[in-house]
């Protein structure tokens, strides 16, 4: 049964001026996820992980209330698909729940969508 649905669009050219701080990179993505933040793609890679987390807070219900967004990491498994690795808050509101996000973006946007599903008991 589905507990919740969030998705974002993200601007690049907004995006591409808030890195311009590493206070950015550093307030709202983990250590582990800003290591994939390299190669080409970089600020649309950024984007759509911002754009995730963004989509994490609506498909939990709670907006950016109760939880870090560095405590919601957007990180690869092996073949390259994206999952969350929650900690803190964020992981706490998400206890019970299976979480699906899928990334895209283009030159001029970056989206996110996430599913909440609950899980099994």
Known sequence: MIAGIGIDL???AAIEKSISSQRFLTRFF???EQKLFTGAHRIERI????AAKEAFAKAM???FRDFALSEVEVL???R???YFKL???A???AQGKKLFVSLTHTKQSAQAIVVAEFAEE
């Not at 984007?47 to 911002?50: S, V």
Request: proline content about 4%; charged content about 20%; glycine content about 20%.
């Open 91 to 93: 992981k706490a509101l």
């Open 76 to 78: 690869r498994d092996e």
């Open 30 to 32: 983990g250590t582990s």
């Open 87 to 89: 900690s803190g808050n």
């Open 10 to 12: 993200v601007e690049i």
């Open 47 to 50: 984007a759509a992980h911002f």
């Open 80 to 82: 390259g698909a994206p």
């Open 61 to 63: 219900g709670t907006g």
